[in-house]
């Protein structure tokens, strides 16, 4: 029977999972940037990093 | 991703200019008429279309002495708040003692510039050796990208290492090996 993992074996395991899931995004993120018009992938980053700014007083 | 590629600039057309982009522009127009400068970390991989954001953007500008530290805090002062101190000998000191300051627009807190004066052998390879980048009417001083790729591994956060990938898998056939072998091994670190 398999053991029951701790807490923190848990925590650790979503951890590793977590990072590889992250590195896998970074290849399939910059395979689409790669084959992306400037215009169009600039245009979705700007969306995001704006959002995350403060709003400029109109 | 279009772009063009050199040691010395790399070209950049058609991309949407966020609020961060005009915010470092702006900073770095009143910047560099008192001083030299390069940017590094984490705004070289979202410049080039890293999905994420960050709340500072960080810059080294080479030593100066006060008077000429006085002019640039002067000038600075009309469109900026200094946020650790508005103190000009105190932010003088600490940029002396290897500390950053951080610079918002007035009235924010972010984003912001942290900016550092050069004390290490490293970043005075990354002002002297950095690149142009050139994208619609801006112009910025970027780090060597072997160097950030090789520098943001030795730091190792998961934010940190992901940058390095990105910028690695972006530029992977232009960068200049024999330099990003010599920085990882300065470093000890591997891609």
Known sequence: ?58 | MDYQYTPEKIILKDKKITELDLFVDNFVRMLEKYVNYVIVSGYVAIFFGRSRGTEDIDILIEPMNWDNFQNLYTKLSEKYDFLNSSDSKHLFNMLNEKLGIRIAEKGKIIPNIELKFIKYSFEEYAIKNSILIESESMVFKLSPIELQIAYKLYLGSEKDTLDAQFLYQIFEKDLNKKTLDRWLHHFKVKL
């Open chain 1, 1 to 58: 029977m398999k053991k029951k993992m701790t807490l923190l074996e848990e925590a650790e395991e979503r951890k590793e999972i977590n990072k590889r899931q992250n590195r896998e995004f970074i290849d399939m993120y910059v395979e689409w940037i790669k084959k992306t018009p400037n215009n169009e992938w600039s245009d979705q980053q700007k969306k995001l990093i704006d959002s995350m700014l403060p709003k400029k007083k109109k």
